[in-house]
């Protein structure tokens, strides 16, 4: 007879960083399935030299860049000492690796947020739509209420859901004018930029 497990015995530990790990390990057993083990390998290894190769040269171009900027701030009289000797081609990576990393940390932010924005205006818009019903209700329901007064109520109640209606969109509306007339702004002075260089 098979024993039953307690829950205490199998606690289900959840974090971040497994789920992350785990669909990686599943995008990586995929990709490899999909165009083969050799394939990774030669790319991983081809990304790995042109990011040795650029930080090489971009720690190259740092250090001449800044002998130059403290030898033209010496000839001036300012007495310019740098907190480090020189760039590496290993911080220039570090540093590279740490804003790519911030990048997409801030795209993945983004996208985010922008769904819980949405999720908030529907549940909004659902709350809204449950209060005017709730009103509606009420006010259809109450029997002591003559006919003038329930008209007036229910007409209250549209003006208000009117208005409510108007300010939401009313927003996403200037929103939008804003974000075409930036673009219209953009062409014009494309347009304005080549007409001077013909």
């Known amino acids: 007879m098979p024993s039953k497990e307690s829950p205490q015995a199998a606690p289900a530990s959840f974090s971040l960083r497994s789920l992350v790990t785990g669909t990686c390990e599943d995008v990586h057993r995929y990709v490899e399935s999909v165009v083969g083990t050799n394939v990774i390998e030669s ?7 042109l990011s040795r190769f650029l930080a090489e040269g971009a720690a190259s171009g740092l250090n001449v860049f800044s002998v130059y900027v403290t030898d033209i701030l010496r000839v001036t009289g300012v007495d310019v000492h740098l907190p480090f000797p020189h760039f590496t081609a290993e911080g220039v990576a570090s540093a590279g690796q740490w804003a790519l990393l911030a990048l997409i940390g801030y795209w993945v932010l983004s996208i985010i947020l922008r769904m819980l924005v949405g999720v908030v205006r529907r549940v909004f ?9 709730w009103l509606f209700g009420l006010i259809v329901s ?22 409510l ?34």
């Open 43 to 49: 790319t991983v290894e081809f990304f790995e030299m």
């Open 165 to 198: 209606g108007l300010a939401s969109s009313g927003s996403e509306k200037t929103v939008q004018v804003e974000d075409r007339m930036s673009i219209l702004e953009g062409r014009v002075k494309a347009v304005e930029r080549r007409k001077g260089e013909e």
């Open 142 to 163: 109450d029997a002591k209420a003559g006919s003038d007064t329930t008209a007036v109520r229910l007409a209250s109640l549209v003006l208000g859901c009117a208005l």
């Open 125 to 133: 818009w659902m709350l809204k739509a449950g209060i005017a019903l």
